[in-house]
């Protein structure tokens, strides 16, 4: 039976790719970005939305409700991917990576939720990443954000199950995407000479572009996860793409001083002169 599949960050990469998995499952697809015209291609339902933005998120609603009296499956996928020492961050820069990755999804599911409990088997999906599981120098702020995420995932877990909601977090591993290029020019915006992490410029945008070295086809991670979500009773944590297993392990089994010593060499920290 076809789903109703409300899905946020549909422009590129993961969303988009989820997007038309979904389609390709036969299910009913309503896709939001930005920028509409991003979407372009798609067939199915296509939406103007800001994740950040109240009166975004309200007129969504709003349009969707004029032809659905029901969401099945809601996945909260936009996000930014923040890069660069945060001792050093600008803190509205902190702010907006948190804003968007960790409040924008609860605030979407806020907003859809009385349209979930409509559903006879609704589904809530967080994006969140293995950047979650596991630190690395460099990302704190968006390793931070998903962390959060999965946190509220975890709540939201037990606290909509008594509601008949199910709520899984998906933590992809590397996914091709513009995420990394994406960061590395927002690192440019902020990161001047007189910045005490300057001399390791080409190691934070290094660490920016490392998630993407051998990454998974955004194409073949969705739908391996659109799979695992068309399972009757999906697992809470699904991890698919390039080292979505491996790094959860090293933070599980390889000791913190151990783990903090690898990366700061692997991320040029050894470089950097008190």
């Given at each position: ?46 939406f ?32 930014v991917?923040?890069m ?112 005490l ?19 998974t ?26 080292k ?31």
């Amino acid at each position: 039976m076809s789903r109703i599949v409300l899905i946020t960050g549909c422009s590129t990469g993961i969303g988009r790719a989820l997007a038309q998995a979904f389609i390709d499952n036969g299910d009913i697809v309503l896709a939001t970005a930005r920028n509409p015209s991003s979407l372009n291609g798609l067939d199915c339902d296509q939406f103007a939305l800001d994740v950040t933005d109240a009166d975004s998120l309200s007129a969504l609603h709003k349009e969707v409700s004029k032809t659905y009296d029901k969401v099945d499956v809601l996945v909260n996928n936009a996000g930014v991917a923040t890069m660069g020492p945060v001792a050093t961050m600008p803190l509205d820069t902190l702010r907006q990576q948190l804003e968007t990755n960790t409040v924008a999804p609860l605030a979407v599911l806020q907003t859809f939720l009385p349209m979930l409990q409509e559903s006879q088997a609704p589904m809530l999906v967080n994006i969140g990443s293995v950047s979650g599981v596991l630190t690395t120098p460099f990302a704190g702020a968006y390793c931070a954000s998903k962390r959060a995420l999965h946190a509220l995932g975890d709540a939201l877990r037990m606290e909509l199950g008594p509601l008949g909601i199910r709520v899984i977090t998906v933590q992809p591993g590397g996914v091709k995407s513009a995420l990394g290029d994406n960061a590395s020019a927002e690192v440019d915006r902020w990161l001047d000479q007189d910045n005490l992490y300057w001399p390791l410029r080409d190691d934070i945008i290094g660490r920016a572009k490392a998630q993407q070295e051998g990454a998974t086809a955004a194409d073949k991670f969705a739908e391996e996860v659109v799979v695992k979500l068309t399972d009757e009773k999906p697992e809470p944590i699904i991890r698919a793409g390039a080292k979505s297993t491996l790094l959860p392990a090293l933070e599980r089994w390889v000791p913190t001083e151990r783990l903090d010593a690898l990366l700061s060499k692997k991320f040029g920290l050894n470089k950097l002169k008190s």
